[in-house]
């Protein structure tokens, strides 16, 4: 199901650059804000085949509670970005709550 101004051909653009940008995500996301017209409506079948063939396991929840046919592939890489953010920002949290607490253990209260 193809809505909007979205292709066939824009579909194989959108899996050959997920494809190809899969391993720089900084290329990745520019080619996604590039090209955030078809990005935005990404049927399910081309969803899929990129969640197959570039493992981002990520994008089957995107897919899941979708009733639209399309999914806006902008807004899933941003919630991607934001999750993996915050998952970055609790390790980071419990490696410093770690090292205070064996600084403490040490009697390195200077060291805090």
Known sequence: ???KNCTK???MKVL????????NKEKLQQFISKNKEI???????TCSTIEAVTNTKEIRKYIEKNE???VN?????EDMKKSSEA???KQGETRLSTLMNRLFEDERMNDI
């Open 1 to 3: 199901m193809l809505q």
């Open 9 to 11: 051909c824009d579909d």
């Open 16 to 23: 050959f650059g997920f494809i190809k940008y899969q391993k």
């Open 39 to 45: 990005f935005s409506c990404v049927p399910l079948e």
């Open 68 to 70: 639209s046919g399309v």
């Open 73 to 77: 592939v902008c807004q899933a890489i």
């Open 87 to 89: 998952i970055g920002e």
